[in-house]
């Protein structure tokens, strides 16, 4: 059994927008005479668009309308159509995401992708998107290493630390190519924390000035040190707190970083370095791109190639954000899709115990209320502790008690890591009397402060696709 659905990825940027279609094939992993396991097994990017400055009307507004011819030639010149997709992403990044009117970008550009195309935007997410369309999850897999990726754009930096192919930490910098742009060599604008870390090193920069090679130079070795702060190669100085986006955190220290890869658009520029004009692109990316390359601190350790560079991040949005859900599922079609389901996490030390199960949920119910009533909330846990038929059955009627009279006008979502969703399922529907539409899913793990996006059913409906979204910044 093999089946193929149809992603797309659109990547908004600071600097560029950009799209790519892929397909991802799913088929049945297990052997014969077991449960079917199905999973993706292959992804394949069959379109990638032209790299697009982002349209923006002013410093602080992105061109929705101007955004949405973008994306609609692109779906005509790849022979797609909305209706086409059952999945994706639709990533809002960098300095990007702080405009003023993102919010209403990030509906209308979700509106026109697909039924199950997600909007999301955050560091965190973005760290671990860009990462693996780098391949540096692979690289450090492969190598048996410690490797981060840094995807260093026009207004950000996102990493992503992998330790043999796991993911172990993110963090993210307001370090990018574009925080200081140029305009027929006068300098037009400069990113205040660029300007701090710039006077805090005896450099005075300020619009309306003429571009001095030498002086934007020098700034840019503060960023690559900064960038080498952020990974623990080099102590950090007194304003380094100063530089993570949205007062973030730092990444961890341990694994140590054994090896460096860099994507992005400024990733592009140390791969193609040219010698050609160092504003051809309107700001300081080629200098920042010399200065990472001249580094010693992060020439140190070895550099592994990325996989993709500038295109890093829309090809993890189209190829990275989806799993498929486990075939042992319990579903009402006519729920079908959801999307922006926010998780209410069962931690496992209160999983194990029925009563503590029973009040983890209670205590955590009121943070989903709309006006004094229950919202749309999906209940996650591991499913580890009740496995076979009577301890399910027990775990079926308290999760019956407790929610019978909450979320009344939702479905009730289950979803757990264990393969025990079908059976919950069907006790859930007796003990309620089919009263409640129930939706049980397993093979997925997803945690507080998570938000879920469920699709329609494939493989004959043995499986629903899911994108868990950290929509919290640097959560």
Request: aromatic share 6%; proline share 3%; hydrophobic share 40%.
């Amino acid at each position: 059994m093999r089946e193929s659905i149809y992603s797309v990825g659109i990547d908004v940027g600071t600097s560029t927008t950009q799209l790519i279609f892929c397909r991802l094939t799913m088929a049945n992993q297990a052997s014969s005479y077991v449960v079917p396991r199905i999973g993706i097994v292959e992804k394949e990017v069959i379109y990638k668009s032209r790299i697009y400055f982002t349209p923006l009307l002013t410093q602080s507004d992105i061109d929705a309308e101007k955004l949405k011819e973008i994306v609609r030639a692109e779906y005509q010149a790849a022979g797609m159509t909305p209706a086409d997709l059952k999945t994706g992403a639709v990533i809002i990044t960098g300095e990007t995401a702080r405009k003023k009117n993102a919010d209403d970008v990030l509906a209308a550009l979700s509106d026109m992708a697909g039924d199950f195309v997600v909007a999301a935007a955050g560091p965190d997410l973005e760290s671990v998107l860009s990462a693996k369309g780098a391949g540096a999850d692979q690289i450090s897999e492969e190598k048996r290493i410690t490797a981060v990726n840094i995807d260093i754009g026009g207004g950000t930096s996102n990493i992503a630390l992998f330790e043999k192919g796991s993911l172990r930490g993110t963090s993210c910098l307001d370090i990018g190519g574009r925080l200081i742009r140029v305009t027929e060599g006068i300098v037009d604008y400069v990113y205040p924390k660029t300007r701090a870390l710039a006077k805090t090193h005896g450099i005075d920069v300020r619009e309306g000035e003429s571009a001095d090679v030498r002086k934007l130079s020098r700034i840019c070795d503060l960023m690559a040190d900064q960038l080498a702060m952020a990974v623990h190669l080099k102590e950090p100085d007194d304003i380094h707190r100063q530089m993570y986006t949205n007062a973030g955190k730092e990444m961890t220290r341990s694994p140590r970083v054994q090896a460096l890869v860099f994507s992005g658009g400024v990733a592009e520029c140390i791969r193609e370095a040219d010698g050609a004009d160092v504003f051809r692109f309107g700001d300081i990316g080629v200098l920042l791109a010399e200065a990472i390359s001249r580094n010693a601190v992060l020439g140190s350790i070895p550099w592994y190639p990325a996989r993709e560079t500038i295109r890093a991040t829309v090809v993890g949005a189209g190829s990275h954000t989806t799993e498929v859900s486990g075939s042992t599922i319990s579903y009402v079609s006519d729920c079908l899709p959801m999307k922006n389901i926010p998780v209410l996490r069962v931690e496992q030390q209160d999983e194990q115990n029925l009563e503590t199960f029973r009040s983890s949920i209670c205590a955590q119910l009121p943070m989903y209320c709309e006006n004094g009533e229950s919202g749309p909330a999906a209940v996650s846990f591991s499913g580890n502790f009740h496995t076979d038929f009577a301890k399910i059955q027990e775990l079926a009627a308290t999760l019956a008690d407790v929610l019978r009279d909450k979320m009344k006008t939702h479905p009730l979502i289950l979803v757990m890591e264990n393969d025990i969703a079908k059976v919950l399922g069907n006790a859930l529907n007796v003990m309620l009397e089919n009263s409640r539409k129930v939706l049980c899913i397993d093979g997925i793990h997803a945690a507080s402060g998570d938000y879920l996006d469920i699709g329609e059913p494939a493989a004959g409906g043995r499986v629903v696709p899911v994108v868990i979204k950290t929509l919290i910044f640097n959560s």
